[in-house]
């Protein structure tokens, strides 16, 4: 059986064949499209490590069937700066440490851009120690992590004002 | 994991019609599904995709002063519903303490209901399970049964069922909307999920191909607004399910209980009303030694399934210490640690 996905991809619509309905949306990027920002950690929605944007939501690429998401608009790692200009979740990952092997950022990064957009932790650490618990470091650098979302929170918010304004 | 023929029906009754046939599942958002199927614990034949169907998406405050939530509402999108939450506190609390910000994200209101037990043996395709091999045996029994039911289990299964939300929603009389090939049907959510007893395979009152449509909330649950709240105790602050949870929704009218609401998770197959602790609760004072007396009744009929004692005695103290937090009202906004003991407190504390 023969089936296809039409999907936007950082902007891009693409429609893709898919010979066999298990593909998932990380099986997709990584292997189809050789888009492979997005990690294969646990491959069981337990680490985070292949979290993206779908839709605008943050969620776990691994659990998500391509075919289910037929139409979807999807946002990667690859996506996020605009040429050479990193986006501001990415500078204030580089300026606090926010990591130390790699391994697990893409999916950090794109769990923080998520969470800045839900709008639910603000600037209160705990909240947002909470609201990325999603996301493991085996590494260890959380400390680094919570303060990058922080400021990238802040940083996002000055920009939202000053185009408001 | 095994190959499966994929279906996306254009019609609720297309969808019961395709899911009627052995060896077919609905898939929803798939957060729990497809790590099953991934595992080989489950084996689906024919996956009928429900996530493209119209409606059933949307929270309907209903005439009668009810709340109708589609069963594809995201977990997420029903926590955050500004006018939701604040009539029902105690079930965006239970929501929020539930998995992760993705999974919440992407997970469905009717597939939280339909979620399966995290008992390892079950998980584990070499264990013997009655639930996953009917006759083949428990290996919880016996084995690393820390985490088991204090309530409800028989020798045959003794798993817990893991959802927070179904917690919070039993304890407010919730009830769930139907669609089958005769049509549609309507049960309350406390009589949805069965208990083990021979059967542990059968793990809810669907029949083949029917289909959860709603939840719905009756008018009087939003009564509880101001005393209501969820509290959950597990392994790690964050990101875990619960060792044992308790929601507790009170109606205080002049420092007297007039009406009272428990329900516990992590403690049975299925999430467990405590309707003698309620009765224990009506006419008296809010206090620790009340609350306690009623804590104690709520576990009267328990006993351990393994080496899980201690449940029982936690059981007793959390919702002794969920009725104390309900008690001193719910805060104004959601604790940033939802459900947490860790949460900053509010009132005063029952430390039993």
Same mark, same amino acid.
């Given at each position: 059986?023969a089936f296809?996905?039409?999907?936007?991809? $950082?902007g891009?619509?693409?429609?893709?064949?898919?010979?066999?309905p298990? @593909?998932? &949306?990380?099986?997709?990027?990584?292997?189809?499209?050789n888009?492979?920002?997005a990690?294969?950690?646990?491959?069981?929605g337990?680490c985070? !490590?292949?979290?993206?944007? @779908?839709?605008?939501?943050? =969620? $776990?690429?691994?659990?998500a &069937?391509a075919?289910?998401?037929?139409? !979807?608009? @999807?946002?990667?790692?690859?996506?996020?700066?605009?040429?050479?200009?990193?986006?501001?979740?990415?500078?204030?990952?580089?300026?606090?440490?926010?990591?130390?092997?790699?391994?697990?950022?893409?999916?950090?990064i794109?769990?923080?851009?998520?969470?800045?957009?839900?709008?639910?932790?603000?600037?209160?650490?705990?909240?947002v120690r909470? !609201?990325?618990?999603? $996301?493991?470091?085996r590494?260890?650098?959380?400390?680094? =992590?919570?303060? !990058?979302?922080?400021?990238?929170?802040?940083?996002?918010?000055?920009?939202n004002?000053?185009?408001?304004? | 994991?095994?190959?499966?023929?994929?279906?996306r029906? /254009?019609?609720?009754?297309?969808?019961?019609s395709a899911?009627?046939?052995?060896?077919?599942?609905?898939?929803?958002? *798939? %957060?729990?599904?497809?790590d099953?199927?991934?595992?080989?614990?489950?084996?689906?034949d024919?996956?009928?995709?429900?996530t493209h169907?119209?409606?059933?998406?949307?929270?309907?405050?209903?005439?009668?002063?009810?709340?109708?939530i589609?069963? #594809?509402?995201?977990?997420?999108?029903?926590a955050h519903?500004?006018?939701?939450a604040r009539?029902?506190p105690?079930?965006?609390?239970?929501?929020?303490?539930?998995?992760?910000?993705?999974?919440?994200n992407?997970?469905s209101? *009717?597939?939280?209901l339909?979620?399966?037990?995290?008992?390892?043996?079950f998980?584990?395709p070499?264990?013997?399970?009655?639930?996953?091999n009917?006759?083949?045996?428990?290996?919880?029994?016996?084995g690393?049964?820390?985490?088991?039911?204090?309530?409800?289990?028989?020798?045959?299964?003794?798993?817990?069922?893991?959802?927070?939300f179904?917690v /919070?929603?039993?304890a407010?009389?919730?009830?769930?909307?139907i669609?089958?090939?005769?049509?549609?049907?309507?049960?309350?959510?406390?009589?949805?999920?069965?208990?083990?007893g021979?059967?542990?395979?059968r793990?809810s009152?669907?029949?083949p191909?029917?289909?959860?449509v709603?939840?719905?909330?009756?008018?009087?649950?939003?009564?509880f607004?101001?005393?209501a709240?969820y509290?959950?105790?597990?392994?790690?602050?964050?990101y875990?399910?619960?060792?044992?949870? /308790?929601?507790?929704?009170?109606r205080?009218? +002049?420092?007297?209980?007039? +009406?009272?609401?428990?329900?516990m998770? *992590?403690?049975?197959?299925?999430p467990?009303?405590?309707?003698?602790?309620? +009765?224990?609760?009506? *006419?008296?004072?809010?206090? %620790?030694?009340?609350?306690?007396?009623?804590?104690?009744?709520?576990l009267?009929?328990?006993?351990?399934?393994?080496?899980?004692?201690?449940?029982?005695?936690?059981?007793?103290?959390?919702?002794?210490?969920?009725?104390? #937090?309900a008690?001193?009202? %719910?805060?104004?906004?959601?604790?940033a640690?939802?459900?947490s003991?860790f949460?900053?407190?509010s009132?005063v504390l029952?430390?039993?």
């Amino acid at each position: 059986m023969a089936f296809s996905t039409t999907l936007t991809i $950082n902007g891009v619509k693409r429609t893709i064949a898919l010979d066999d309905p298990r @593909v998932t &949306l990380l099986d997709l990027l990584r292997e189809r499209l050789n888009l492979t920002g997005a990690k294969k950690g646990c491959d069981r929605g337990q680490c985070g !490590a292949c979290t993206i944007i @779908v839709d605008g939501r943050r =969620i $776990n690429s691994c659990l998500a &069937l391509a075919i289910s998401h037929d139409g !979807a608009d @999807v946002l990667t790692i690859e996506g996020l700066a605009q040429g050479d200009r990193l986006h501001p979740v990415q500078e204030a990952f580089i300026a606090h440490d926010g990591l130390q092997c790699g391994f697990c950022t893409p999916g950090q990064i794109m769990s923080a851009f998520g969470l800045i957009q839900e709008g639910q932790a603000g600037d209160d650490p705990e909240r947002v120690r909470e !609201a990325m618990s999603g $996301n493991l470091c085996r590494c260890g650098a959380y400390r680094g =992590i919570t303060e !990058a979302v922080l400021e990238a929170h802040k940083t996002l918010d000055a920009l939202n004002r000053k185009e408001v304004a | 994991m095994k190959t499966f023929d994929y279906v996306r029906p /254009a019609s609720v009754r297309e969808a019961v019609s395709a899911a009627a046939a052995p060896g077919a599942a609905y898939l929803a958002a *798939g %957060t729990n599904l497809l790590d099953l199927m991934k595992g080989g614990v489950t084996r689906p034949d024919r996956l009928v995709d429900i996530t493209h169907l119209p409606d059933l998406d949307r929270i309907e405050n209903l005439a009668d002063g009810s709340v109708r939530i589609g069963a #594809l509402v995201r977990n997420a999108d029903l926590a955050h519903d500004r006018d939701f939450a604040r009539r029902f506190p105690a079930i965006a609390e239970a929501l929020l303490s539930g998995a992760s910000a993705q999974l919440r994200n992407a997970a469905s209101v *009717g597939g939280n209901l339909l979620q399966r037990t995290r008992c390892a043996y079950f998980y584990d395709p070499a264990s013997a399970c009655n639930k996953r091999n009917p006759g083949s045996g428990c290996d919880a029994r016996g084995g690393d049964n820390r985490l088991h039911a204090i309530l409800g289990w028989s020798e045959s299964c003794i798993a817990t069922h893991p959802s927070d939300f179904c917690v /919070a929603l039993v304890a407010l009389d919730a009830v769930v909307e139907i669609e089958g090939r005769a049509g549609r049907r309507e049960i309350p959510l406390e009589a949805f999920h069965r208990l083990p007893g021979d059967s542990p395979d059968r793990e809810s009152v669907l029949e083949p191909g029917e289909m959860i449509v709603a939840v719905r909330l009756p008018a009087e649950a939003a009564r509880f607004a101001a005393h209501a709240r969820y509290l959950k105790v597990r392994d790690r602050t964050s990101y875990a399910f619960a060792i044992v949870s /308790a929601a507790a929704a009170l109606r205080i009218e +002049q420092g007297v209980i007039a +009406q009272a609401r428990i329900a516990m998770g *992590g403690v049975a197959l299925k999430p467990w009303r405590a309707r003698e602790a309620e +009765q224990i609760l009506l *006419g008296g004072r809010a206090d %620790t030694a009340l609350f306690v007396r009623a804590a104690t009744a709520a576990l009267a009929e328990a006993k351990p399934s393994g080496d899980n004692g201690f449940k029982i005695v936690l059981a007793r103290r959390v919702v002794a210490r969920a009725l104390a #937090l309900a008690a001193a009202g %719910t805060p104004e906004r959601m604790p940033a640690l939802p459900g947490s003991p860790f949460a900053a407190a509010s009132g005063v504390l029952a430390h039993v």
